[in-house]
């Protein structure tokens, strides 16, 4: 098979929702997990970890949980398609699914349902895997314990007793925004996973599709697979051959717009306010 570059495969992977029944055995799927293992998380933990579903599985779940997870957003792609349908009331109807007249509660319902079926459902038999890591709520308990006798060590070396205060409080402020950014982090590894997986299906031929509508649903779905409360799912995502009659996707998840940067040349040169009340010795 042809090799893509790097640069082909950022811009042409697409999300696919049409595929063909063409099987993907488990040695080629073996394959891409181990190369996008090869993304990077938060200290190299790679807490990623994957559970696999057969062709069949993954048949049966999708037939199972797909459109139960979409009922959950429902309410909200029919608020998008109301305030769509006002923005394009100027504008002719490109198709039945920008019809722009108003319509009945049970019209709109139907429009969404017409929506999901037409530009999500999807088709044929791709394979379904989720990209979990086992949740650990101890761990926050840990890390805010860990923090908090961190900063109480270090306002007690101030030398005088106001000094400590005014260090402890001050550092107080700080074990939220570690705890948040630990959790942040911990996603994004997981999400760099998620998304190195679809371009080394994509490298090997394959197509996929990132699916968030299994995770509204994933108290159900665990109970289904048998799995422990503690299979804390962060991505599903579908791998499968891309059927030949595929329509292509919608314009709007087509496009890209530009990048909103801000070019930032010179600082202001000063130090930030709050150096000295740092919890960690390393921030000094
Ligand atoms: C975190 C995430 C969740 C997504 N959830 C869904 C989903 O539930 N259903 C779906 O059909 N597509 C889903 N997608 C696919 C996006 O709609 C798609 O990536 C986007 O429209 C851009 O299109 P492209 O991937 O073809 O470039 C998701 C993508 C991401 C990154």
């Known amino acids: 098979m042809e090799a893509i570059g790097l640069e082909r495969g950022l811009r042409e992977r697409r999300a696919i929702r049409h595929y063909s029944d063409s099987r993907v055995d488990d040695a080629l799927l073996a394959e891409i997990i181990e190369l996008a293992s090869w993304a990077p998380s938060p200290g190299n933990t790679q807490a990623w970890k994957v559970i696999a579903l057969g062709h069949d599985a993954s048949k049966d779940v999708i037939a199972r949980f797909e459109l139960a997870g979409w009922e959950s957003v429902f309410p909200v792609l029919e608020q998008v398609l109301r305030n769509g349908a006002a923005e394009r009331a100027s504008i002719a109807p490109k198709s039945d699914l920008d019809d722009v007249s108003p319509a009945t509660a049970d019209e709109w319902g139907r429009r969404v349902i017409a929506m999901y079926r037409q530009r999500f459902e999807v088709r044929g038999s791709p394979r379904l895997v989720f990209v979990y890591r086992v949740a650990d709520r101890k761990r926050y308990v840990d890390l805010a314990f860990l923090s908090l006798s961190a900063l109480i060590r270090r306002s007690l070396r101030k030398p005088s007793p106001l000094g400590a205060m005014r260090c402890f409080f001050a ?114």
């Open 171 to 284: 550092a107080l402020r700080d074990i939220p925004v570690l705890l948040r950014v630990n959790a942040l982090t911990r996603t994004f590894g997981l999400a760099n996973f998620t998304y190195a997986l679809t371009l080394a299906a994509h490298s090997r031929g394959l197509s996929t599709c990132i699916q968030s509508n299994y995770l509204n649903v994933q108290r159900d779905l665990r109970r289904y697979l048998g799995l422990g409360a503690d299979v804390d799912i962060v991505a599903s995502i579908l791998i499968g051959y891309e059927a030949d009659d595929a329509p292509p996707a919608p314009e709007m998840f087509r496009t890209r717009k530009p990048v909103a940067v801000d070019w930032i040349e010179t600082t202001p040169g000063t130090v930030a306010a709050r150096r000295g009340e740092r919890v960690f010795e390393a921030a000094e």
